[in-house]
DNA sequence: CTGAAAGCGCTAACAC
DNA sequence: GTGTTAGCGCTTTCAG
């Protein structure tokens, strides 16, 4: 059996509310007393017992991270810094996938509400939900915040990123450097890839440049020389030029992309990356989920909280 | 207030043991009295509380699987199956971090005494730890597994990679495509590491290949004109390249790394990829995890699980 | 300053 | 089939 509050009150003859009492510096218990109960819980080994404690106080010093995988930047990202802010303000961060899975998002969230953490950052899955467990958790009063994205009719904090123009600075860089007409691909399949399409072709329209939606089926117009491909990440791009590799040939091309180009620029001349901010979006995060969790008459309030691009990077070939 | 069983057990006019039994399906309970005690759960929403469930069973139905960080692939990889698989079990696995610190490691691991898993993966810290939390953890007969690599003293299973076969490998690809020569640059900061870098030497002296030690100071003899650089890591090699800018123009460069190479090989020729079977590995870690967990009585056994390489991938440019 | 006692929500003997 | 009872390990009034 594992020491327990039991044994080290027997063993330093005082009651277990005594022990209790020491072991939590109460300063109402006698320093020598005080010392007693703490030296013998070493020498015991003793380690409360967590559900015990959780049980009677109706709090887990814990927060969950929700997300999908662990294969983007901004979740691993929001997992660390998370964590990482976390700890200092005495909670545990546990980070559970859901794996695109309808199902298991559906679980998890089933848990938050079995008590297993004090509040829960999300980042909502790819698909939108059918059902509404979290739309029930949130109404049941428990802290959530979701990050990168909205859940419709979900009463809470959603923090993101300032996408639409993050994707005009693209435009904008692309143009600046030397870019006559911009190829825009970007699959348009939630939220977050809807608005950055707006905010190209918003850009676009308004500052009178040439351009295309990638249809699969692209013409560049006669008599242009030099190409910007403008989209969400390193791959889609890639995809294009092996989709079109007479590009290479003809034309200097330049990208545009979020978040991240892996190694050189090269087969391309160059490019620019929009450096999201994801710390400062986790750190945002988590600064409202506390607010929440401190102070239950805040919850309920829908609010969308953008945090600016952390930097356009540029990128250029190192070797020639 | 959260519905409780009593909650349940009023409405239904039966007393809270009943209800219990009725929610978990015991056939010792009415079919009638189950199905309106069911019934009423759902209509208020109830959702039983895992700290109180867990205070009696003992039991969390929860792996932990802790790590430094969330930016090697083998960190993400093994959290992305394990959490799969886990969840066919009908565990729950969370991913916690320890941000290579060790107060940190400490404290998370203390957590898993004091109940809040039913047992754990841990990937160890880089540093060796000087504390003896994980060796006391194990000692007290919690299920516990390592990942990648071993911790002197601790009796418990570790499953890591063929490392130095994948390194003798890497070797031997870079020979058979063309090199003569073998520069071998691998930081040598722990278990993992110091095995590659042997598994490459004696691959060298077997085969008679002639090959340097990074030292800083390479000298490659004259005559030679293909070169392989032997590697943990992508940036590791790119150092070497930046270090020696002379090497681009008077050698054909080969590289051969562990795990990835992200983009063209470009400004090198080509190289060799190691790739590490992360999901087989996670999954064999996960296997023992359970049966640690089912049968007390195989604990407190050291043992080294080597999961063979994947694959040795070639990488070469695909334009031009 | 410390002890006695109640209770958090649930499960599991043991009765009837 | 169902109720009674005890108890998991801890915190927290309330007495004294």
Redesign the interface.
Known sequence: M?TTLKDIAKACEVDVSTASRALRDDPLVKQATRDKVKQTAKEL?Y??????R??QTGT?HTV?LIVS???SKL???A??SA??QL?ELQY??????H?QDQS?VK??V??L????ADGAILIPSQHTPGDTSVQ?LVE?GFPLVLLDRAIPDVQTITVTTQNAKGMASLCEHCVNAGSEFLVIHVDDINEVTHTRLQGAIKWCKANNIAHVIDDGNVQIPEGIKQVGLISNAHFEVMKMVRDHPSW?KDYTLRFGVFDGW???P??LKEGFVCKQDFPAMAQRAVEELIKLIDHPDQRGQRKMIRIPIREIQHRSN???
């Open positions: 594992r080994g380690r409360p017992n967590l559900a015990a959780s049980l887990t969950w995988s662990l294969d979740e691993t990202s997992g660390e964590s990482k700890s545990d961060t546990l980070v559970a996938l794996h298991t679980r998890l089933g848990r509400s079995q008590g297993v029930q049941s290479l892996l190694g050189e090269y087969p190192h070797f020639g």
